[in-house]
């Protein structure tokens, strides 16, 4: 059986209970720019969507389709021209608590230790010191990182580092964790690694997460549901629910299931770059 689509335009199935509000809620965002030689750019077009609680929810589309603007509008990093974003049913008007973002780039503080990274949040909301010690070392063992504590982040691996972003994020407790990709500049076989922890962890966690990539086997491995966005102007294309269940493990990618839903997904980026030329 093959993914089931669900066009935009259509009251999506969410999956969660009924009265149960979604954790993320995008209601008609546009995105526009003012260009140098002083016309309108759009990113976003009228984007509409819903990600239910403990859901993680992958968006993938063309380079260039705002994907990424997508997740920083949601973080509260950047105002949308038009709609409203809401998490946990409150509008999102600024950064705050309630999001955690790993970026692409590593984002460690590099005069602080792994541990000292991993509780600079807590320590900020004033959290006593026997407390974070105990969330920290939680985080730090679901990251595999308890050794390396009192590292700085010039001593470790790229996989490492976003190992310790993902702790820092996950500590403070977000209502959703955005990720954007988070992966993208490591090698194949260390992303493979954090593929596989990144799923053991939101596995313990049931955090919504929201995560971005170009990768689409990394898409259907992740992912609950994927969100399928059109070329520019952004748009949500389509929404496939991927029917293949958990646990999931990298061998997966050679399932029936598994390779049709990837055909899917690649016809509709495919169809979208035809379009747009």
Not at 216 to 222: F, G, M, S, T, W
Request: net charge negative; glycine share 10%; proline share 6%.
């Amino acid at each position: 059986m093959g993914a089931v689509a669900i066009k935009q335009e259509e009251p999506a199935v969410t999956g969660q209970q009924p009265g149960t509000p979604p954790r993320l809620r995008v209601e008609n965002v546009s995105l526009r720019y003012r260009t140098p030689e002083g016309g309108t750019f759009s990113a976003l077009e009228n984007v509409s969507f819903e990600v239910p609680d403990q859901q993680f929810a992958v968006i993938v589309g063309p380079s260039g389709c705002g994907k990424s603007s997508l997740l920083y509008l949601t973080a509260g990093l950047a105002e949308p021209t038009e709609g409203d974003i809401y998490v946990g049913g409150q509008l999102v008007d600024g950064p705050g608590a309630d999001r955690g973002m790993v970026f692409q780039s590593y984002t460690l503080f590099p005069w602080l230790t792994v541990r000292q990274n991993v509780e600079f949040g807590l320590k900020r909301r004033g959290m006593p010191a026997a407390e974070r010690r105990e969330i920290v070392d939680y985080y730090l063992d679901e990251v595999g990182l308890r050794r390396f504590e009192n590292n700085y982040p010039k001593q470790l691996s790229g996989g490492m580092m976003q190992r310790v972003a993902i702790a820092r994020a996950l500590a403070n407790d977000p209502q959703i964790l955005l990720m954007d990709e988070p992966f993208g500049a490591l090698d194949s076989q260390t992303r493979m690694q954090m593929q596989q922890l990144l799923l053991r962890v939101w596995d313990h966690s049931k955090k919504t997460v929201v995560f971005v990539t170009h990768d689409i086997d990394e898409a259907i491995l992740l992912g609950d549901r994927v969100y399928v966005m059109g070329a520019r102007p952004g748009r949500i294309k389509r929404i496939l629910d991927v029917p293949i269940e958990r646990p999931r493990s990298l061998d997966m990618v050679m399932d029936r299931q598994f390779i049709e839903m990837k055909r899917e997904i690649l016809g509709l980026l495919h169809d979208d770059l035809e379009e747009a030329h």
